[in-house]
């Protein structure tokens, strides 16, 4: 196998897939990337045996042929080179020796026999929409998503498509975030399917959907699901699991309604949150006549409190809130103000906002 290409293109194609590999690995094949040369292409493909990454680029091709390359090394050492550097990569047995001006490097490869690949089978359904809008709908709710929970099916992100509509939702049982796209009226948008994308996937996805434009195409089928940007992409298995039944878990019956300005709110829950118990991070809201009262507090006696003027006259309320759960919405939604609704102490909390009518943010209470 030897091409010539340059170092951007080659870097650019590396940090599309390196994200994948991880820095330590049981099987050795897994720290490298399979490269593929037919044509005037070269295809690199990295996986952990869950994702799959593969894109291609141009190169000239003066020998075809196909093995495996250390990722981080490679990736690193094209980082180092100076820009738009001519490289020449020629691969003879278990060697590859990468030449660029009067340099040279030799890495060790493994044999692409050895490389494992996920069997895709059929992926018989598809959907299209703009990368932008499925960007969105990731950076909207991917904050909720769980981290390393027992209950593995929390450990991702949930696309539950409905006749006209993809629901993204995430939640790791204390909080849930749900973002809605109104697909076009088409053939493909007449389907149903429940998908559990797990968490390293839907980083990944995220980061390279920010670096695209146009549409992307998702196939799925009962088990995996592709997505398809341009010359990218990413295969991952999907979670097994039943996503708990989130309808049931936001607010229908709220009857306290605050419009709130969402900068301002921020910064004052930000405040509070340096004084907040380490282990708890509890704040507790009061809502009185035509005032929004924060306070927390901590076992060294220091205290926090925060009086926001709002539009309300009612029934008096006291509700205690994990404060980087309300910072996480915060931060996230979109729009100047944000409304928040509210029953009762034991009721959960939701957050809205009119630029985007169809987000929802809810938030458990806590005991203080």
Do not use: W
Not at 331 to 348: K, Y
């Amino acid at each position: 196998m030897k091409i010539t290409t340059n170092r951007n293109d080659l870097l650019s194609a590396l940090n599309q897939v390196i994200g994948v590999v991880e820095r330590r690995q049981t099987l050795p094949i897994l720290s490298n990337l399979l490269a593929e040369v037919h044509e005037a292409e070269l295809k690199l493909t990295g996986t952990d045996l869950e994702i799959e990454m593969e894109t291609s680029i141009d190169v000239q091709n003066l020998e075809p042929g196909k093995t495996t390359l250390p990722a981080r090394k490679l990736f690193d050492l094209c980082r180092g080179l100076p820009e738009s550097a001519a490289i020449e990569l020629n691969v003879s047995g278990d060697r590859a020796t990468l030449r660029s001006g009067r340099s040279r490097y030799t890495l060790a490869c493994l044999s692409a026999d050895d490389f494992s690949s996920l069997d895709t089978g059929e992926l018989s359904q598809q959907i299209e929409l703009p990368a932008s809008e499925l960007l969105k709908l990731i950076q909207r709710t991917q904050f909720a998503m769980a981290q390393q929970d027992v209950r593995f099916y929390l450990n991702g992100m949930l696309l539950q498509l409905r006749p006209g509509t993809l629901n993204v939702v995430t939640t790791d049982g204390h909080r849930l975030a749900l973002a809605r796209y109104e697909m076009p009226d088409e053939p493909s948008s007449d389907q149903s399917a429940d998908l559990i994308i797990p968490r390293k996937a839907i980083l990944e996805l995220a980061r390279l959907l920010g670096q695209v434009d146009g549409n992307v195409v998702l196939h799925f089928s009962q088990g995996q699901i592709r997505v398809q940007v341009d010359r990218l992409r990413l295969t991952s298995k999907l979670i097994d699991g039943r996503f708990p039944e989130y309808e049931r878990v936001i607010p229908q019956h709220s009857d306290k309604h605050l419009v709130l300005d969402r900068e301002r709110l921020r910064q004052a829950l930000a405040r509070c949150a340096i004084f907040a118990n380490d282990k708890f991070k509890g704040v507790r809201l009061t809502l009185g006549n035509g005032t929004l009262t924060l306070q927390s507090n901590n076992p060294e006696h220091e205290e926090a409190e925060e009086v926001l003027d709002v539009d309300y006259q009612g029934e008096a309320l006291e509700i205690g809130f994990n404060v980087i759960y309300l910072l996480d919405a915060l931060t996230t939604i979109p729009g100047q103000s944000i409304t928040l609704s509210l029953r009762n102490a034991d009721s959960s909390g939701l957050m809205t906002t009119t630029e985007e009518p169809t987000l929802r943010y809810v938030v458990m209470p806590m005991r203080l």
